[in-house]
């Protein structure tokens, strides 16, 4: 079975600061991470993903993450933030015996203040 | 990049009446489609999973007789909620898989409010 588990239900930022937000998974197989972005009525983006191969992924925006394996950790960052990074972020795991299927996490609404 | 549309993008309806929702891949062809529910302020709950030309799969506790799905074309697939109540009011969203690709393309939703 896997789980995904986002730390933070809510982040507040300054413009110009750097953002963390944490995801944990819980995964019986190799598992497949992403995390996505939702902007206020607006469809998911994908904003990048880990498949095995480098364990520091990087991503649209100026995003990155890092896979850890022996934290089961897979934590978004990135630099600075910018206004236009408000949004809804969502953490999710895929098994890769599992015919695509998706575990979104709870998500983590992001406020970036002026 | 791959591009999945949803139509209508909002719909409002009586209680009792069916609503079709319509998934479609504008630039690929795929094999299978996914249906979720998300609640205000809530994460995607996945429904089922349809592949083309067989019957969709759908998730503990999702009324299939409720929910029904088809896919009936490697580029378009439905979901038709039946005999809609105001507790099936949320905001639905479809995402299309290549076969060979892990990532999923997702529609931009239809937010479904049952009066």
């Known amino acids: 079975a896997q789980s995904v588990t986002q730390l933070d239900s809510h982040v507040s930022v300054s413009e110009g600061t750097p953002v963390l937000l944490r995801c944990n998974y819980s995964s019986s197989y190799s598992p497949s991470l992403f995390w996505y972005v939702q902007h206020p009525n607006k469809g998911l983006q994908l904003l990048l993903k880990?498949?095995?191969?480098?364990?520091l992924v990087k991503g649209i925006n100026g995003f990155e993450a890092e896979f850890k394996k022996s934290e089961t950790s897979f934590h978004l960052t990135k630099p600075s933030a910018h206004m236009s990074d408000a949004a809804e972020y969502f953490c999710?795991?895929?098994?890769?015996?599992?015919?695509?299927?998706?575990?979104f996490g709870a998500g983590t609404q992001v406020v970036v203040t002026p | 990049g791959a591009v999945v549309s949803q139509h209508p993008s909002w719909v409002i309806c009586k209680s009792g009446t069916s609503v079709k929702i319509e998934c479609r891949s504008l630039?690929?062809?795929?094999?299978?489609m996914f249906w979720y529910r998300q609640f205000p302020k809530q994460s995607l709950m996945l429904m089922a999973t349809?592949?083309?030309?067989?019957?969709?799969?759908?998730e503990q506790g999702v009324e299939k007789d409720k929910f029904l799905i088809n896919h009936a074309s490697l580029t378009l697939s439905t979901l038709t909620v039946t005999s809609a109540h105001p507790e099936d009011s949320s905001f639905y969203i479809c995402?299309?898989?290549?076969?060979?690709?892990?990532?999923?393309?997702f529609g931009p939703g239809t937010r479904l409010t049952v009066l």
């Open positions: 995402s299309a898989r290549i076969l060979t690709a892990e990532e999923q393309f």
């Open positions: 999710v795991v895929s098994e890769n015996d599992s015919w695509g299927k998706l575990q």
């Open positions: 630039d690929f062809q795929a094999t299978t």
């Open positions: 880990y498949t095995s191969a480098a364990t």
């Open positions: 349809s592949n083309e030309g067989s019957k969709a799969t759908y």
